[in-house]
Every structure is written in structure tokens, then in C-alpha cells.
């Protein structure tokens, strides 16, 4: 949901850190779409990470009780939510394989950020214009519909491209390929311009991610029994888009597009990190709108968390009921490096909202994001040391905080806690 520019330049430029896709990935072949067929999984795979996670911890009674979990028979839980389909730690992102990842891995909701294309149909993305480092678009012929087509890295200047799903129609979006975000800001050539994954993800599931249609998540997710969340990114072009398409219209069309596939309103949690928005859908169509999430970013630094927690009053006064603002706004550390509910988590409890966050597994290894300032543990860095503090950051969210669900890059991470604690 939220990337810092300053973590993408530092993932440029550690080029000894970084792997790389195929020098000349021409075998790249997206895959036809066939609509699912129905498959619901009652358990979940939950994989070697979270008791990795788990022997990483400092012995204690949380420990113990994690650790005593190990031969659980997990099933999926609402509490984990799939980020961006909930495989994206190791697989492309907003793509077919991230959320039948995530949903095998016990992802309760799956997450599609919706965005439109230049013939105005939904597709899932996580930034309107971040084409060019998801997919292998500028190492096709449709670079050159790119609002800014690949440029070379030369005398000193970094390669540059900004490609749009407003720059192409669905037809087109859907002949790409999807890939781990990143780029290679040294690149002198197109192919060269797709490496850049940090060394802690991986390419090895990046062959062709499919790229899907708002409407092809709807099938895919409801074929899997599972919940939704779809968030209306914000546009980065000029609205209305090109004189007649509204801000209005485009949320209308995410709620249309349930309502088409006869998904019920109880089963769907639209997101959008503008108010508007939200008020919009409380309005327009309150059966949707009573479980829109505000995702709250309005105190970005810890200096400013207090300001956002004062907004609450406003927000619950104007009839939102779920708020979900990032990891560092809901914790904060006392003396002896404890984590502990912070400002915001407390006056959004008095308030009695319903309270999501994000976004757990984004950060890499805790020990190096905690040394560079990584955004997710900002307010939590003087008690951040190793990966299994994940867990205690997780045990706080839920037993503390009281937090209602949490988005993860890997969904399984979540799901283990959730099965270990009965939050279904």
C-alpha cells in the first residue's frame, strides 16, 4: 500500500544484493484466462516460514505457545488479509499466482487495488502508473504508449520509463507478463531495466505472473469461498479522465462490478485512502459502504501520529466504522523496548472502530530494516532486533490493540498466529 521512494533507490543501487530476470526473457507468454473452476480449500499450507519466525523469537511464555502450535491443522481466517493477493514476498504481486498463494497460504481476504485503463475497464495494480516496474512492459511493443517510453541510462542520469494502465487498453494489459516490483536504474537496455528484485525476494516464481481484471479477481476470489477487499487507488492522471470519466463513476464502477457477480455486500471490503471516497459509498450505496475501510495515512511520521489520531472523532462523527491506518501509527515502544498500543490504537478503540493494518512481511530481514529506518517499524525501531520479533509485533496488534484483521506480503506468516489464538 505504501513505498517510500527512498526504499526504491536503495533497492537500485545495492546492485550486489540484487537478482535478475532472464537476460532476454522473449519466452515470456501469458497464459489465456479460464475462468475458475470452484475449489475451496478448508486447510491451509502454511510452509517452513512462520516456525522460522517462531525459533527466532526470545524464549518466553509467547514462544512457548507459538512454539506449541507447530502441529496445528490450520484453516483460513478473516484475521489474514492476502496484501496485494498475499504471495508477494516471493511472487509477483496483483497477479492470478500471488492470490491462489495467498488463499492456499489461509488469506481470509484477498486484496486486489484496483485501478482503470485508458478503455476505462478495472484492473488490478497497485499504482495506477507502476507498470514498468511490475510487468515486462517496456521490453515490449507497447513502450512506446508509455507516458514516459524506456529511456536509457547515460552520462551519468538513471534509466527512466512511467508506464500507466491509463496509457493502454485491457486487451493490451492483459499480453503482460507480471514480475517482483523493481527495477534496474542502470540499465541500458529494455530487458536490462526489468532486473532490480531485492535480494531477499526472489525471481524464481516470476516467469509470467497473469495480470487480472478487477472481474477475473471477483471469479477467481468467490470460486475459493473467500472474502474481498478492493481498494480504489487513487488516479494519477488528471479526473475526470479524459473530460467525462469522474472520480464518482470510477467508484461507482468498483461497486457495480460486485453487485454483476452477485457478490454479497457482507462478503466485500472496499478500501480507498481518500474520505471522499468512502463518504461516497456511504451515501451512494450504504450496503457496501458500511464496511469501506479508510485507510489512514494522514500522520506519516511519529510527530504527527497524535494529529492523526485527533482526525478519528471527525471520521467515526461522518459514519465510517473501519479504519486502517499503517503498522507504525497503532504501536510505539516504552523504556525497556516493550511494545505497546500507541496514541492512535488507543483513541481508535475508545471510538469504537474496527481496526485493519498493514503491512506485515514487506520490510525484508527486521535486523536490517530496523538499521536503515524501514517505514513499517519507524515507531517500533528501538525494540526491533531480529525476525521473530514479527511475532510479538503481531501478539500486541491482535491482543492489545484488538485489531480486527492484518495485511501481509505472505499470508501465512498471519494465518499461523490466528490459528494459534482462535481469531477466525
Known sequence: MHMKAASIYAV??????????????DWWKPTSW????????LNAELGPRPQFLVNDMDDGWLKDRLSACSNIVARPSKFSIGHRGGGCLQIPEET???IEAGT?????????????????QLVCRHDQCDLHTTTNIVATDLNAKCTTPFKPASNGKAATANCCTSDITLAEFKSLCGKMDGFNASATT????????PAWRTDL??????????????ALVDSHGRDFTSELKQPRVPMPFEGDYTQEQYAQQLVEEYRAARIDPSRVWLQSFSFADVAYWLKADPAFGKQA???DESGDSPSTIPIAASNLTFYKKSGVKVVAPPLPYLVSVDKNGNYIPSIYATKARELGFTILTWSLERSGPLAQAAAAGDYYYSTIVNGTHKDGDMYRLVDVLAREVG??????????????????FGYF
Open 12 to 25: 537500485v543501487f545495492a546492485a550486489a544484493e540484487v537478482s535478475g530476470l532472464p537476460k532476454t526473457p
Open 34 to 41: 479460464k475462468q475458475p473452476t470452484q475449489q475451496l480449500f
Open 96 to 98: 492470478r499466482e500471488s
Open 104 to 120: 492456499r497460504m489461509g488469506a481470509g481476504i484477498l486484496e486486489c487495488d484496483a485501478v482503470f485503463t485508458k478503455d476505462r
Open 190 to 197: 529494455p530487458n536490462d531495466f526489468l532486473h532490480g528484485t
Open 205 to 218: 516464481y516470476a516467469t509470467c505472473g497473469t495480470v487480472l481484471s478487477h472481474k477475473e479477481y471477483l
Open 293 to 295: 475501510v479508510l485507510l
Open 403 to 420: 485489531v480486527k484483521g492484518i495485511f501481509s506480503d505472505w499470508s501465512a506468516t498471519v494465518t499461523y498466529y490466528a490459528n494459534c
